[in-house]
Structures are given as structure tokens and as C-alpha cells.
């Protein structure tokens, strides 16, 4: 526990002054942070005999986050553009190689890039945002409140399994404790940093964190189960790889993106 909590101040210190930084040196950290969540989920494939396209995952991850860096706002063409072109040269590349690589090979490359670099994609989306530091720990804070609720009611009140199949420890009583400290962190971090965005549209986005953070999660949990591995890495003393640690915030930026952009910005600058 104690080498826990010591990752996890230094982790937040870092990721602190990256965020305050913004720019290349952002750019590059979600870059790295994305390379190796695509090598995590490599290696896990492999261990049930599935070989993913890594090498072209990585160069069309590069090509997809700088098309992120340069627009202020989602450009809803980048996505599909993106998983078109990857499918057509993971083909062409077995076709010109002679290759037979089985078709759950390619399947399992698709899904390893959007489960990665189109949700990596948003951290960058996000801080280039008018505004983007704030909204980015908007979100960090209230989805970290989320876990920390999730974990310690769960200990205090969890009598209920919310899914045994995946997390065995998880309970109902832990999930809704989550969403509660979610919607506080949420209301509490606007108040003090956002004033300007209305306490319906905090509540709502705490909510909508607070649910899609546990969905991020018992997703993880499912790939890893899938995998029979009980953590992605060891790169982070104590919490396990860069999915095991991210894996939450992973389906929040996207959903808190979009809700701001559409209701709370709706086109202004806040």
C-alpha cells in the first residue's frame, strides 16, 4: 500500500506539471504513454497465441495523435479515416508479404487501436481546449474520486458483487459509492476552478465519469481475465502497467469531451 500511495504522488506531481506544460513535451508523454499501452496489450495477446500488427499500429498511432495536436476541435472524419486506412494497409501488407495471417490477428489490431490510441486521442483533444488545464483535471480528479469511492465503500458497505465473472471484489455498493463521490468531486472542483459552468451540467458530467470510469475499468478487467494475466505491466511500482493505471480515464475523456463541447461550450469559449 505504502508503495502505492508513493507511486501515486509522484505520478500526479509529473503528470501535473505535463499538463501545466501542454505542447510538445505533453504531446510526446500521451504519445509514450500510448506506445506503450499498444506494447502491453501485445504482449497479453500473446500469451493466447494472437499476433497484432504492432509495428503499423504504432506508425498509424503517431499519424492519428498529430492530426490531434493540430486541430482544436474533433474533426469527426479523423476516426473513421483512420481505422479505413489501417484495415486496408494491414491487408495490403499480408498480401505483398505473402503472409497468412489469421484473421483474428487482424481483427484483435483494429481493436487494440481504437481501445488505445482513438481514447489516448481525447487527452490531447482535451487540453486543447480553451481552458483544456482545467477540463483536463476536471476529469482526472473526478474520475480518480470515482476509484477511491468505489474502493472504500466497497471495503466499508460492498456486500452485493457487481460482477464476479470479472472483478470478483467489485460490489454494487462500491459502484453507486463511486458515482456519489464523482458527482461531489465534480461539484466541488467547478465551484473552485469553473464557476462559470452550471451546477447541472457538473452533476451530470460527475455522473456520467462516474459511471464510464467503472465501465473502463471492468473493461480492462475483462481483457486481462480474457488473457488470464493479472496486471498489463510492472512499469508502475504498485499499480501494474500504463492500461492497469489508465484504464478508467480512458472512457471518461471521451464522454466529458463530448459533453463539453456540445452543452457546456455549445460552440463559445468558457
Known amino acids: ?136 483535471w476536471w476529469v482526472f480528479i473526478t474520475t480518480w474520486a470515482c476509484d477511491t469511492g468505489a474502493f472504500f465503500t466497497g471495503i466499508l458497505f460492498g456486500k452485493n458483487r457487481l460482477a464476479p465473472n470479472i472483478s470478483p471484489h467489485k460490489t454494487v455498493e462500491g459502484s453507486v459509492g463511486g458515482i456519489l463521490f464523482s458527482i461531489i468531486a465534480s461539484i466541488i472542483y467547478t465551484s473552485l476552478f469553473l464557476p462559470k459552468i452550471p451546477f447541472f451540467d457538473s452533476l451530470i458530467v460527475g455522473f456520467l465519469i462516474g459511471v464510464f470510469s467503472q465501465v473502463g475499468d471492468l473493461s480492462a478487467s475483462l481483457i486481462k481475465r480474457y488473457c488470464n494475466i493479472k496486471d498489463f505491466s510492472k512499469i508502475i511500482p504498485g499499480h501494474g502497467g500504463i492500461l492497469d493505471r489508465f484504464d478508467s480515464a480512458l472512457f471518461t475523456f471521451p464522454v466529458a469531451y463530448f459533453y463539453i463541447i456540445f452543452f457546456i461550450q455549445k460552440g463559445d469559449i468558457l
Do not use: C
Open 1 to 136: 500500500m505504502v508503495q502505492r500511495i508513493i507511486s501515486a504522488v509522484v505520478g500526479i506531481i509529473l503528470l501535473g506539471f505535463l499538463i501545466n506544460m501542454g505542447g510538445w513535451l505533453f504531446f510526446l508523454t500521451i504519445s509514450l504513454l500510448n506506445i506503450f499501452a499498444v506494447y502491453e496489450l501485445n504482449n497479453a495477446f500473446k500469451k493466447i497465441n494472437i499476433n497484432i500488427a504492432f509495428g503499423q499500429l504504432i506508425i498509424f498511432t503517431l499519424m492519428l495523435l498529430l492530426s490531434a495536436k493540430y486541430i482544436s476541435r474533433l474533426n469527426f472524419m479523423i476516426i473513421p479515416l483512420s481505422l479505413f486506412l489501417l484495415i486496408i494497409f494491414i491487408f495490403l501488407y499480408s498480401i505483398i508479404n505473402n503472409t497468412q495471417n489469421h484473421i483474428t490477428d487482424i481483427v484483435f489490431s483494429i481493436f487494440t487501436f481504437i481501445y488505445t490510441s482513438t481514447l489516448f486521442m481525447y487527452f490531447i483533444l482535451m487540453r486543447n481546449l480553451f481552458n483544456g488545464i482545467y477540463y483536463i
